[in-house]
């Protein structure tokens, strides 16, 4: 790249602006409305100039709001433990369910493996819409509307696919000899599994774990129907702030604020990991 | 104890349901006595790596008995078989230096360090790896990876040793000097090995008996003298041997005391019929038609021989190969010294009748080698 020219150099430089730009303005502006009360969020003309407070933020963790039209109950720091929780558990069920399923489905090849790992792909073509009825029809016949347990069973069809698919690719890649010399070295296939087979594989769980737990944090549409309000996860939550006597801007962009740190924190931890086992040059080719 | 190592019956194997799978192994059946090395021989997609990943454990057995050592291994997984193998690509543990790949099955025996160390050393410098055994895989070469494998195998305390293509990625001079140490290794302790390979001459170096294997079938099974001499068959005469062996189909005819190939182009390769014992008279006389195969090195050029026009001449540095226009077809021959013939020169060969290898057309079975029957 060294016999780039200025020109270009300048340009890369607008380009990637530009785009950076582009994809991090609403988040720098809710960041911004966040610190703002809602009638400097509605002043027209908008401007950044603003006095900042911490209102929103002390509401949203004391969980009581005080406006004009009087006192307000927030449930949000509950709901912020509900989307940890339920995510978590989903990807930790998904974890112990997936990663042994994605080796079978990866390396033995078995009659109809294809076909049962495809149908647990075409989980995630129909959208939710489709299954959300008889499901909560189900889950209130059976007892399990309203509860982590039901709501972190119904999870499994957003995270179990994801890390099935994603999770065999790298058990694929691990040439299946190092596992055979490992074997024919003494040892079970159980003990292969742990000692070769996960190892290896672990960018690719630590990869599709993180998918996993971001989608499950941003669902919606299942908690929504199956979960009431002491539940329910944030992204639920937020719809308390649409009240009867308007919305609250400033509310909203704290909430959103505080609900993207659990996520941003875990992406950051976890890419450590993810360069580690890429550049580990565990195979090479 | 019986003196064998390793007994293959009748073992069948599909890739898919049995009977209707793609048969990749045809009721094969091979002894391998103790302290032997034996080569399965063939090209890519003949069964023979099927064959071992069977003995190793790693594909089941479809049909018939593998035993080990006496001892029936069909339903047993690879750890209880108490094989060594050395794979072909790369089978390292990507996450320990090569010294401990190579000390990994002694360690988990819990050999003492200083006895692992000797033995780990000894291995290394055998197969050229002393100066590499403290890097990772990742930072060595794939054929210094793959004489890691091999020395990983060779390390261990086994019934059997399976060498799958153990020295496919090596430069031909380290390839050369290897195939003598790893043969002197093996018969120094009595090892019994099985080897896969494609090359033949490998096959020929290192083993004392040789498989020809083809489409899931054993072909011939012997010395590789007597599979060059005695090939069972047109399949294993023209695998074997570089260049191959020519192959000429002809009519025969008996006339006079003398025995006749009738080639085609109105060639006719005349000889006493005494030459060819009373046997071998009957069985081509039964035939109207026969495969005559002559191997390149044992066609001579003379004065007044029957007639072939060179096509081309190539000086291999120690060996001349001519192909000539020849009964319609190509005929291949070898010389030692250089021959001065060019293109388009009529020469005239000579094919001894102790060189001829008379097969039979429809089965391609050998029915004679030289003046006496297969």
Known sequence: ?285 | MSDLALEITAVDKFYGPIDTGVHAVKSFDMNVARGDIVALLGSSGCGKTSTLRMVAGFEEVSRGSIKIADREVNRLPPVQRNVAMAFEGYSLYPTVNVRDNIAFALKAKRLPQAQVDARVNEVAEMLEIADILDRIPAQVSGGQQQRASLARALIRDADLYLLDEPMGQLEPQLRTLLRGRIKHFIKERGLTAVLVTHDQTEANALADKIAVMEDGEMQQFASPAEIKERPANLFTGTFIGEPPMNVFQAKVGRADGRIGFHLAGDLALIYPAEVFSAELHKAILGKSEVALGVRPYAVRRVEGGAPAQVVTNQWLGDQSHIAARFAEGTLVLVEHDRARVGVGDQIGVELNPRDLHIFDPDTGDAISHGQELA
Not at chain 1, 163 to 172: A, C, K, P, Q
């Open chain 1, 1 to 285: 790249m060294d016999t780039q020219s200025t020109l270009e150099k300048v340009l890369r430089g607008i380009a990637i602006t530009a785009v950076i730009l582009f994809f991090m303005f609403p988040i720098f502006w809710i960041f911004l409305m966040s610190f703002q009360t809602n009638e400097t969020i509605l002043r027209v003309p908008p401007s950044i100039v603003f006095e900042p407070t911490l209102t929103n933020y002390k509401a949203l963790i004391t969980g009581r709001l005080e406006s004009t039209a009087g006192a307000l109950e927030i449930e949000f720091m509950s709901n912020l433990f509900n989307s940890a929780y339920l995510s978590t558990m989903a990807v930790i069920v998904g974890l112990i369910l997936g990663v042994p399923a994605a080796y079978a489905f990866g390396r033995l090849k078995f009659r109809g493996s294809e076909d049962i790992a495809f149908t647990l792909l075409s989980f995630r073509f129909a959208p939710p819409l489709l299954v959300l009825l008889p499901l909560t029809i189900y889950f209130q016949q059976i007892g399990l509307a309203n509860t982590y347990f039901g709501l972190i069973w119904v999870y499994q069809l957003i995270v179990l696919p994801l890390i099935l698919w994603i999770v065999r690719g790298y058990f694929e890649d691990i040439p299946a000899d190092i596992e055979y010399a490992y074997r024919i070295a003494g040892h079970g296939f159980w003990a292969t599994f742990r000692k070769i087979a996960l190892p290896l594989a672990m960018p690719g769980i630590a990869a599709a774990g993180l998918l996993a737990f971001i989608f499950a944090w941003n669902n919606f549409i299942f908690a929504l129907v199956l979960a009431s309000a002491d539940k329910q996860p944030v992204t639920v939550g937020a719809l308390a702030f649409v009240t009867a006597s308007g919305i609250q801007y400033g509310q909203i962009a704290a909430g959103i604020v505080l609900s993207i740190l659990p996520t941003l924190a875990l992406a950051l931890y976890a890419q450590r990991y993810l360069v580690e086992g890429l550049s580990l040059g565990a195979v090479k080719g």
